[in-house]
């Protein structure tokens, strides 16, 4: 997009690392607007723009812009881009700790897919399928460490695991994350 209508003001502009200006497109597919980055491991990250914001692509700048009533989207948004660029390159991980005696994290690979198998006090197994995505996992006997360049990747299937057993607020036994701090509460005394 090179023209704007006069009603749009620009707001934003956010500047692109070098490494990136290359490795940067803006796609329409099917009434959506899409920013395409290139990562320096050749895989393709996106964005999906909001309706109401026009994006262009200049240099090595990212201008963004909206109709005055829609300046709050766009300030959102702008957050969302450059965050966006920040993280673009990393790798993001979180350790879950499985406390107690006899909890145990299996890991079970099968033709069709891998799965993650808990010994977590309960009369049977649970097992939980690891989703085709990139994701990395190192298992020891009572740690998990999950690791993948997306955030959300990460955050989700941590949260997702760690819920399968809470930490117990008397003991403390259960998964909990590498450095939460967990306030127990005491017994009663007779």
């Known amino acids: 997009m090179t023209s704007l209508d006069k009603s749009f003001i620009i707001l934003k502009k956010i500047k692109i690392l070098n490494s990136l200006c290359k490795n940067i497109l803006f796609v329409f597919l099917s009434n959506k607007k899409i920013i395409l980055f290139k990562t320096s491991s050749n895989i393709y990250k996106y964005l999906q723009v909001p309706v109401e914001i026009q994006v262009i692509i200049k240099n090595s700048f990212i201008f963004l812009y909206t109709k005055k009533e829609n300046i709050t989207h766009l300030v959102t948004f702008e957050k969302v881009v450059t965050n966006f660029i920040k993280n673009i390159n990393k790798i993001f991980s979180k350790k879950l700790i499985l406390k107690g005696l006899g909890m145990k994290i299996f890991l079970t690979t ?3 897919n891998n799965c993650l198998k808990f010994k977590l006090g309960f009369s049977h197994l649970i097992e939980y399928k690891i989703p085709a995505s990139k994701l990395q996992f190192l298992i020891n006997k009572n ?37 939460e701090k967990i306030v127990l509460k005491v017994f009663k005394k007779k």
Do not use: C, D
């Open 110 to 112: 099968n033709a069709e």
């Open 143 to 179: 740690t998990i460490s999950i690791k993948s360049e997306n955030i959300n990747f990460v955050g989700n299937f941590s949260s997702k695991i760690r819920n399968l057993k809470r930490p117990n607020i008397y003991n403390g036994k259960g998964l909990s994350y590498k450095h």
